[in-house]
């Protein structure tokens, strides 16, 4: 389904949508930093990157849903609360 325009030709606001919800990003993100100093908001830390699981681990965490890859950093970060890396053996 197309996005639909947020006004209309004379300004006026639409009823938002269940699917404009789902569209719509944590302030912070979309704001200049510069901005959201002044805000006092956080930009996010996350960055993008590529890594591999065994297919097992990454149908757990895709089947919990459309945000199964917050899951995984809360889970890593979890277990970065209790466990040390300095001394983990893989």
């Known amino acids: 389904m197309k996005n639909q325009p947020l006004t209309n030709e004379i300004g006026d606001v639409r009823e938002l949508t269940e699917a404009d919800f789902k569209r719509f990003k944590p302030v912070a993100e979309v704001l200049p930093l510069s901005l959201c100093q002044k805000l ?3 930009k996010s830390e ?3 990157t590529t890594m591999e699981f065994d297919r097992d681990v990454f149908e ?3 089947t919990t849903g459309a945000d199964w890859q917050n899951q995984i950093n809360h889970v890593l970060k979890q277990w970065l609360q209790t ?3 300095e001394h983990s053996v893989l």
């Open 46 to 48: 996350k960055i993008s």
């Open 60 to 62: 757990a965490f895709r």
């Open 40 to 42: 006092n908001l956080q």
């Open 83 to 85: 466990h040390s890396l």
